[in-house]
């Protein structure tokens, strides 16, 4: 279970009008994602992904 303020961000994130469409049937290549920023970056994927 996400804590409550990152999916409060995370739904905030998605909701934006950005082209999320162009990211589904393609293959994303992360390293190095050990960081807030960049586990932050995975976490808005896969949740957009599962929304």
Do not use: C
């Amino acid at each position: 279970m996400r804590n409550f303020i990152v999916t409060q961000d995370l739904n905030e994130i998605i909701s934006e009008n950005l082209p999320w469409e162009k990211l589904f049937n393609s293959t994303i290549f992360v390293t190095g994602a050990a960081g807030i920023l960049p586990s932050y970056m995975i976490g808005i994927l896969i949740f957009t992904l599962a929304n």
